[in-house]
């Protein structure tokens, strides 16, 4: 990255409304080295045809039908072999999603999200936390100087659970029963000019990357913060009224694969604060990186489709944090039960059994082959039914729930283990 000074009053900014903007961070030089030879050699009829292309494409699910069909039929139907649009209703809750998502959301976690369930998630991420402090200071690979440091990254962890302490505003986003694409249009100018609007103010840590009802989680190295939206607190992840094993191994496993996102290769390179600084000595780092090669070569050997193969090298970091998760929530499960009776067998599963499974069914789906080509050259997760096997097949635990013997398919041969 590089910092690239501007004078004040350039064109682009000032036709924008933000006159005042004196520099600009590149998070890619050599993009942008590329594109202003490729302004000066293309023609400029080439790169009307391009823009027209690129708006006509990112404006078509919000025109009229024939747009919207040739939109679904080249980006779901061609690439990912999907046979059927969604319903318009359905179209139009993502829409509202994406733009109004926090208006929406608070609508959701009234509904979906009771006060009790939020008590129950942030107990889980309690025990989590304290597993991870425990299982760092055991580490055999990590030194010292490292550990001191990692400990110190835990202890800032900021978590966030459901939905954010303040809601945004919206007032500036006009909604009227006008043409629906400029609604659509009228919602990305206004985060636009909410982003620009950032500039040269203190940072919100209080802002969510996410909104509530998604179904999905995140880790901010920038931030070092783990964010659960109450969209993924839902079964099948999570269930207050359902037993811990079953939680702990569907959101556990979740929560835990975020928070060791703080400590891989990537989370290496910001620290407790969030800046960018690498807190891993040499020594360290090459010891990763030798357990790393244990499980890109596991996901190398995953056959996806015909003769296409997982690619471990594009799925490392996410396979790395699935292993680390998995572990993870299984010891903090295990200390949550400290002091307690053992819990009972629910319909012949022993709890022990229960949170595997609940981790498999997590993942549980069925893609179609055009999606699962896509997904093995484009996407940094592996494929489901991977992540399904992947991490338990490397735990002894899982071995002992389920009285599986040397060889038998989940047993691997070779362990990878880093946490």
């Not at 064109?11 to 409304?17: A, E, N, S």
């Not at 030089?29 to 202003?36: G, H, I, Q, Y």
């Not at 945004?168 to 206004?190: C, I, K, M, T, W």
């Not at 910001?270 to 010891?287: C, I, M, S, V, Y």
Request: glycine share 8%; charged share 25%; net charge negative.
């Amino acid at each position: 990255m590089e910092l690239s000074s501007l004078a004040e009053g350039t064109p682009y900014f000032t036709d924008l409304g933000y006159s005042k903007i004196e520099q600009v961070n590149v998070g890619q030089p050599k993009f942008f080295a590329a594109l202003n030879g490729l302004l000066a050699s293309a023609p400029l009829d080439d790169w009307k045809t391009y823009l027209r292309f690129h708006l006509l494409s990112a404006a078509a699910p919000a025109l009229s039908d024939k747009f919207v069909q040739e939109d679904f039929n080249f980006h779901s139907r061609t690439l990912q072999g999907t046979e059927e649009i969604l319903p318009r209703w359905k179209r139009c809750v993502e829409a509202t999603d994406r733009r109004l998502g926090f208006a929406l959301g608070k609508q959701y976690v009234q509904k979906q999200f009771p006060p009790e369930a939020k008590a129950s998630a942030e107990k889980m991420v309690h025990f989590l936390i304290e597993a991870l402090r425990d299982d760092i200071q055991t580490l055999p690979w990590m030194g010292p100087e490292t550990k001191k440091a990692a400990l110190a990254k835990l202890d800032a962890f900021t978590p966030k659970i459901g939905y954010p302490d303040k809601w945004r505003d919206y007032s500036a986003y006009e909604v009227d029963r006008g043409p629906y694409v400029e609604n659509v249009l009228r919602g990305d100018v206004f985060e636009f000019h909410r982003l620009l609007n950032k500039i040269g103010k203190p940072v919100d840590r209080t802002e969510w990357g996410m909104t509530p009802p998604t179904v999905n989680a995140y880790y901010n190295s920038s931030m070092n913060e783990i964010v659960f939206p109450a969209g993924i607190l839902q079964p099948p992840f999570f269930d207050p009224k359902a037993d811990d094993a079953s939680n702990y191994g569907g959101i556990g496993a979740v929560i835990g694969h975020e928070m060791t996102h703080g400590f891989d290769d990537q989370g290496r390179k910001f620290d407790a604060h969030g800046n960018r600084t690498d807190w891993w000595t040499p020594e360290d780092l090459k010891n990763f990186q030798e357990r790393a090669a244990c499980v890109e070569k596991q996901f190398d050997s995953y056959v996806a489709i015909d003769d296409i193969h997982e690619k471990g090298k594009l799925v490392l970091g996410e396979s790395i944090a699935d292993l680390g998760g998995l572990t993870i929530a299984y010891k903090a499960y295990q200390k949550s039960l400290e002091g307690k009776p053992r819990p009972a067998d629910i319909d012949g599963f022993t709890p022990e059994q229960r949170f595997f499974l609940s981790f498999a069914q997590i993942w549980a789906g069925n893609d179609r082959p055009e999606f699962i080509r896509l997904q093995v050259n484009t996407n940094p997760h592996p494929l489901h039914n991977f992540r399904a096997i992947g991490a338990p097949s490397n735990m002894p635990t899982f071995q002992l729930a389920f009285g599986c013997k040397a060889g038998d398919p989940m047993v691997r041969e070779v362990r990878c283990t880093i946490w």
